[in-house]
């Protein structure tokens, strides 16, 4: 028996002419400034291509390692040579003392690390190491990428394709490059869509929670949510439930959504995605569908409002990066039995429930967080505010 080598493997590009898509990611590469880094995205968008042709471009010697397997030997072994680079896959799966290990070898240059993972490295990596590394994002291949490297490989190996079919191949891959040679190494030459078409059947949703797809899969439910469109929502939330995801995860994501995008346009929105998260663990599967998709498909439904999101990031802000100020003395705790400071005017004791007086500190007093659009419910609130001001 012969060793067979897969068309993906033979066609890696040998050099960075031969590299397609991740434009942006190249144009620094050439440029020649190499130093220890994390590439993130999606599996077959060329991240284990493109470590070895930085090797190839620095003439360092060229080190792969998984890290579900490797050893901390291994690593320490790497490390006395000289001019290597480590390139550690699916560097995620390292815990925080492993990844502690790496720091003073990237940190003061013995080691050129190249991390890769599909996850994303803010949940993943411990800050020590990212403050040591750079991050660079891979994009998803695009169908014109896919096509490319379909049509190198039919040039390469005197393949005959319609393209139509090249198409096809192109956009069942979902651009992942890995995934396109593999379906065209299955087909026999001359390729027409029709040979494609039975050879992938129907196309099968894949879903993988602990993958990229995890990530926009419910990238897709909360923007769709967002976007008004329940029919969208409701089919993202088909392909968690029938993936087995976890529904109280689901269940928080239509909570925040509620809140953030629909917020005080609607306020009933957050009142049905708490009723939701806690059907969700009172009933289970399958009954937990019903009450998850009342309250997607009402989220979908209802006007939409981020001011209060939009306020509290605002304030935020301002409470990490400037001088506030004090609060003003009437609205301190005065530590006594009756309840209020001196000068504080007690609202309920005034017409219409409502007094004038300063809540914001000095230095601040004139800002405004929280801008309430004109939308749903909030209008209401937006009014009641306006004639608050004409008060003071």
């Given at each position: 028996?012969?060793?067979?080598?897969?068309?993906?493997?033979?066609?890696?590009?040998?050099?960075?002419?031969e590299?397609?898509?991740?434009?942006?990611v190249?144009?620094?590469?050439?440029s020649?400034?190499?130093?220890?880094?994390?590439f993130?995205?999606?599996?077959?968008?060329?991240?284990?291509?493109?470590?070895?042709l930085?090797?190839?471009?620095?003439?360092?010697?060229?080190?792969?390692?998984?890290a579900?397997?490797?050893?901390?030997?291994?690593i320490?072994?790497?490390?006395?040579?000289?001019?290597?680079?480590?390139?550690?896959?699916?560097?995620?799966r390292?815990?925080?003392?492993?990844?502690d290990?790496?720091?003073?070898?990237?940190?003061?240059g013995?080691?050129?690390?190249i991390?890769?993972t599909?996850?994303?490295?803010?949940f993943?990596?411990?800050?020590?190491?990212?403050?040591?590394?750079?991050?660079v994002?891979?994009?998803?291949?695009?169908?014109?990428?896919?096509?490319?490297?379909?049509?190198?490989?039919?040039?390469?190996?005197?393949?005959?394709?319609?393209?139509?079919?090249?198409?096809l191949i192109a956009?069942?891959a979902?651009?992942?490059?890995?995934?396109?040679?593999?379906?065209?190494?299955q087909?026999e030459?001359?390729?027409?869509?029709?040979?494609?078409?039975?050879l992938?059947?129907?196309?099968i949703?894949?879903?993988?929670?602990?993958?990229d797809?995890?990530?926009?899969?419910?990238?897709?439910?909360?923007?769709?949510?967002?976007?008004?469109?329940?029919?969208a929502?409701?089919?993202?939330?088909?392909?968690?439930?029938?993936?087995g995801?976890?529904?109280?995860?689901?269940?928080?994501?239509?909570?925040?959504?509620?809140?953030?995008?629909?917020g005080?346009?609607?306020?009933f929105?957050?009142?049905?995605?708490?009723?939701?998260v806690?059907?969700?663990?009172f009933?289970?599967?399958?009954?937990?569908?019903?009450?998850?998709?009342?309250?997607?498909?009402?989220?979908?439904?209802?006007?939409?409002?981020?001011?209060?999101?939009?306020?509290?990031?605002?304030?935020?802000?301002?409470?990490?990066?400037?001088?506030c100020?004090?609060?003003?003395?009437?609205?301190?705790?005065?530590h006594?039995?009756?309840?209020?400071?001196?000068?504080y005017?007690?609202?309920?004791?005034?017409?219409?429930?409502?007094?004038?007086?300063?809540?914001?500190?000095?230095?601040?007093?004139?800002?405004?967080?929280?801008?309430?659009t004109?939308?749903?419910?909030?209008r209401?609130?937006?009014?009641?505010?306006?004639?608050?001001?004409?008060?003071?």
């Amino acid at each position: 028996m012969q060793r067979y080598i897969p068309l993906a493997e033979r066609m890696r590009p040998k050099n960075l002419d031969e590299f397609v898509g991740q434009d942006r990611v190249r144009k620094f590469i050439e440029s020649g400034k190499i130093s220890s880094m994390i590439f993130h995205g999606a599996p077959g968008t060329g991240k284990t291509t493109l470590a070895r042709l930085i090797a190839q471009k620095i003439s360092a010697k060229f080190f792969q390692l998984n890290a579900g397997s490797a050893s901390v030997t291994e690593i320490r072994s790497i490390v006395k040579e000289s001019d290597a680079i480590l390139f550690l896959d699916e560097i995620h799966r390292f815990n925080k003392a492993q990844q502690d290990i790496l720091l003073p070898f990237v940190e003061d240059g013995r080691l050129i690390l190249i991390g890769a993972t599909t996850e994303n490295p803010f949940f993943e990596v411990n800050r020590a190491l990212l403050s040591r590394v750079r991050l660079v994002k891979f994009e998803t291949l695009t169908v014109e990428n896919i096509e490319e490297i379909l049509n190198r490989a039919c040039k390469l190996e005197s393949i005959e394709i319609e393209s139509d079919a090249r198409k096809l191949i192109a956009e069942f891959a979902n651009g992942d490059a890995r995934i396109a040679l593999n379906i065209l190494e299955q087909l026999e030459s001359p390729i027409d869509r029709k040979s494609v078409a039975e050879l992938l059947g129907d196309r099968i949703q894949n879903y993988d929670r602990k993958g990229d797809n995890h990530f926009d899969t419910i990238s897709a439910f909360i923007k769709s949510m967002r976007g008004s469109d329940p029919d969208a929502a409701i089919h993202y939330l088909a392909r968690m439930i029938e993936s087995g995801e976890d529904l109280n995860f689901i269940a928080r994501r239509v909570a925040i959504c509620a809140a953030e995008d629909v917020g005080n346009a609607d306020p009933f929105a957050l009142v049905l995605a708490m009723a939701a998260v806690d059907a969700v663990q009172f009933v289970g599967l399958p009954e937990a569908r019903i009450p998850l998709a009342q309250a997607v498909t009402y989220i979908a439904s209802a006007k939409k409002s981020n001011a209060a999101y939009l306020a509290i990031d605002r304030a935020l802000k301002d409470v990490r990066t400037r001088d506030c100020g004090e609060i003003p003395s009437h609205l301190r705790d005065p530590h006594s039995s009756k309840g209020f400071a001196k000068g504080y005017k007690y609202p309920h004791d005034y017409p219409y429930h409502f007094v004038a007086q300063k809540y914001l500190p000095d230095k601040i007093s004139t800002v405004k967080y929280y801008e309430p659009t004109d939308i749903g419910r909030e209008r209401f609130l937006k009014e009641y505010l306006a004639w608050k001001e004409s008060q003071s």
